[in-house]
């Protein structure tokens, strides 16, 4: 009988994807999602194929998650709580502490996992490095309030002030300034120190800005992709925070889903932390700019002067250490965004709720103005 897979988070965006193609190479998979209704506002969603022995349930739960350990031989723990509302002990709660009582269940009931693949996030790194042309590398702080507040969004030398070049984040940078990130590098903190000492290997993979079909239309608190879809599709444009220059690291979730299967197999990968990422940068005006291309949409980016506290600057990924696993990305921006489009004209009408969404974050002080701005 084939080996039997456990996707926690199976319904959602990354692990859907991770599921397909688990099938597809001939494993058993169980998935145990517990709908959260921002995300799965329909319930359980149509693409869950049939042959999935699916278990709603939190993974915080413990009888819910030691029903879901039963006979499985390697966990892939994706579930997550990820958002921009200062929810900051619930980060903790399902992000963590099911990551604590994962081992826990294992422990206690002698089960024989062979692995456990954990979701972490560049959101570990924060800022990361950053490079000054006098004083050299350093780590960048968090930038401050007063400072946004001017419309200063550079990462600066904190020697000379001067304005820095961004250094690619290699895994070793383990600096974050989220709730999220926190709960995600308590996540490595515990796979590197139980998964040693008690011989269960584990790996912790460090998704950068994943991108595709499936990312939900639902929850505009966060996530560029859906967030400017809703906009576009309903006529609106993207709004674009600081200056739209800072840097992501886009990638496909299919190359995604390849990165892990191939890292649950591979024995170099085990009791490892590897960067997830698409291999180029982008500022978010040319996000803006390809989707709009993509889209066919006339319209054009908006910059009105509001920055998201606590977001950082730049992020750019070394993704080397996956690369020497043999994994490479192979999905090209253009090609995410055409295949998002595709997916979402079989959705029906999309409502935007990112008006609303933005009103809530500025009502929590997430989102601000800058000084002088109306």
């Excluded at 009931?109 to 350093?138: E, M, T, Y």
């Excluded at 509001?306 to 080397?320: C, E, K, L, M």
């Amino acid at each position: 009988m084939s080996q039997l897979v456990l996707v926690t988070g199976g319904a959602g965006f990354i692990g859907s994807h991770t599921v397909d193609l688990l099938l597809k190479k001939g494993y058993r998979v169980r998935v145990l999602d517990n709908l959260q209704k921002r995300v799965h506002p329909h319930g359980k969603p149509k693409y869950i194929p049939r042959e999935v022995d699916f278990i709603r349930g939190d993974v915080a739960d413990r009888e819910a998650l030691l029903k879901a350990l039963r006979g499985i031989d390697y966990v892939f723990h994706l579930a997550a709580y990820q958002d921009y509302l200062p929810d900051f002990s619930h980060f903790i709660h399902t992000n963590t502490e099911s990551a604590a009582l994962l081992f826990e269940l294992i422990l206690a009931n002698k089960l024989p996992i062979k692995k456990i693949v954990f979701a972490s996030s560049q959101a570990v790194s924060g800022d990361g490095k950053w490079r000054c042309g006098i004083h050299g590398d350093f780590f960048a702080r968090q930038r401050p309030i007063n400072q946004l507040e001017r419309g200063d969004w550079k990462i600066k030398c904190p020697t000379c002030r001067g304005v820095c070049e961004n250094v690619l984040m290699t895994e070793d940078i383990c600096r974050p300034i989220t709730t999220y990130g926190i709960s995600k590098y308590a996540i490595e903190l515990l796979a590197g120190t139980l998964g040693k000492k008690y011989g269960i290997p584990t790996v912790c993979m460090r998704y950068t800005y994943v991108q595709g079909p499936r990312n939900s239309i639902f929850n505009a608190y966060s996530g560029i992709l859906r967030v400017f879809a809703m906009r576009i599709l309903n006529k609106k444009p993207p709004v674009l925070f600081e200056d739209g220059l800072g840097l992501r690291d886009y990638v496909n979730v299919f190359d995604v889903a390849r990165a892990n299967l191939l890292v649950m197999k591979d024995k170099r990968a085990d009791d490892r932390v590897f960067f997830v990422g698409g291999g180029r940068p982008y500022t978010g005006l040319e996000f803006a700019t390809t989707m709009l291309k993509v889209f066919g949409s006339q319209l054009k980016p908006k910059i009105p002067g509001i920055f998201r506290v606590g977001d950082t600057r730049s992020t750019v990924s070394d993704i080397g250490a996956l690369g020497k696993l043999g994994w490479r990305p192979k999905i090209t921006l253009e090609r995410s965004l055409s295949d998002y489009y595709a997916w979402l004209m079989t959705q029906g009408k999309i409502k935007d709720t990112s008006d609303a969404a933005m009103k809530i974050m500025t009502k929590e002080g997430v989102i601000r103005k800058v000084e002088g701005k109306k």
